[in-house]
């Protein structure tokens, strides 16, 4: 049965570090195009970054670009997300999402429909 748990969140101040991890089983992150989402109270849930298999890269939203990082850890079969600076906006349900096909290409990468499965989410909250 393929699973994905993520980890991580919790409270931290303005400026603060956070590292986030989603635990996959049942699958091979190796295989897998893995994206993170986030969802603040009242809004749509909203792409944050995925990785993209086919061409190698990593793909950012622009609110976070240079903050945050995401990465792959195969000999743990999971993926990590790396947030610095982090700001109030950042307040959210974190989530990691993971489909076989090559989804995280412009046209796609957005679209919470273009993912197969889904973790729980982790609440990330940014306050003093």
């Known amino acids: 049965q393929l699973q994905l748990v993520e980890s991580g969140g919790g409270l931290v101040q303005p400026g603060g570090t956070l590292r986030l991890s989603c635990a996959a089983s049942g699958f091979s992150v190796p295989y897998y195009d893995i994206a993170w989402f986030r969802q603040a109270p009242g809004k749509e849930r909203e792409w944050v970054s995925c990785v993209d298999l086919a061409a190698g890269t990593l793909e950012y939203t622009e609110s976070v670009k240079g903050r945050f990082t995401m990465s792959r850890d195969f000999a743990r079969n999971r993926v990590t997300l790396e947030m610095k600076s982090l700001r109030p906006e950042d307040t959210a349900v974190y989530y990691c999402?993971?489909?076989?096909?090559?989804?995280?290409?412009?046209?796609?990468?957005?679209?919470?429909?273009?993912?197969?499965?889904w973790g729980q989410g982790t609440q990330v909250t940014v306050s003093s």
């Open positions: 999402a993971a489909t076989p096909r090559r989804v995280c290409i412009v046209t796609t990468r957005e679209n919470t429909r273009s993912y197969d499965y």
